[in-house]
T-cell receptor, first 116, second 115 residues
Framework: AQTVTQSQPEMSVQEAETVTLSCTYD???????LFWYKQPPSRQMILVIR??????QNATENRFSVNFQKAAKSFSLKISDSQLGDTAMYFC?????????????FGKGTKLTVNP | NAGVTQTPKFRVLKTGQSMTLLCAQD?????MYWYRQDPGMGLRLIHY???????AKGEVPDGYNVSRLKKQNFLLGLESAAPSQTSVYFC??????????????FGQGTRLTVV
């Protein structure tokens, strides 16, 4: 069974600084997607960034980038130039692409606070 | 384009009562999921469906049943509600895995309290 582990329940960062959120996962599969989702106080789940496992290049979306280490099964999220609006829960998620087990599994989340 | 819509948004149940949560998506997605979110536990998968007429158990299926009679709808049922089922429930849907730019789209959540 696939599992996703986020080892940092809470983190804080000063506005304009950089922060990295950690995520590790466990799978025996070779073909999958990884995601970071953001959940602000509004409770809405918002996709931040996506990484396909077959792509070696790390995904980037504006101030958000990932460090994908497939052999180490690590998928960290870096937020550059942190903004107050980045304050939220961040969830790492894994989606298997093998037929018959296409579950989307989440970690327990990291609560990020951006301080002014 | 409504995306993923959950009904109702809030509900209070008495122990032993039953109810059905409705999830509707208008994106022609194959995959649909039901999660519960509890403090410190993240999102835990209850049941999911990989297509019309199919369902499968997730991590925490006990006490819940689901049905996917129509592709656009995924129903979550509680036959006899218990206080342990007090939670925020999220529905999500996604394209068939392997599709380019796949992602899960979420509803706004349903806050359920069982007293």
């Amino acid at each position: 069974a696939q599992t996703v582990t986020q080892s940092q329940p809470e983190m804080s960062v000063q506005e304009a600084e950089t922060v990295t959120l950690s995520c590790t996962y466990d799978t025996s599969e070779n073909n999958y997607y990884l995601f970071w989702y953001k959940q602000p106080p509004s409770r809405q789940m918002i996709l931040v960034i996506r990484q396909e496992a077959y792509k070696q290049q790390n995904a980037t979306e504006n101030r958000f980038s990932v460090n994908f280490q497939k052999a180490a099964k690590s998928f960290s999220l870096k937020i550059s130039d942190s903004q107050l609006g980045d304050t939220a829960m961040y969830f790492c998620a894994f989606m298997n692409l093998q037929g018959g087990s296409e579950k989307l599994v989440f970690g327990k989340g990291t609560k990020l606070t951006v301080n002014p | 384009n409504a995306g993923v819509t959950q009904t109702p948004k809030f509900r209070v149940l008495k122990t032993g009562q039953s109810m059905t949560l409705l999830c509707a998506q208008d994106m022609n997605h194959e995959y649909m999921y039901w999660y519960r979110q509890d403090p410190g536990m993240g999102l835990r998968l209850i049941h999911y469906s990989v297509g019309e007429g199919t369902t499968a158990k997730g991590e925490v299926p006990d006490g819940y049943n689901v049905s996917r009679l129509k592709k656009q709808n995924f129903l979550l049922g509680l036959e006899s509600a218990a206080p342990s089922q007090t939670s925020v429930y999220f529905c999500a849907s996604s394209y068939q895995t392997g599709a380019e730019n796949t992602e899960a789209f979420f509803g706004q959540g349903t806050r359920l309290t069982v007293v």
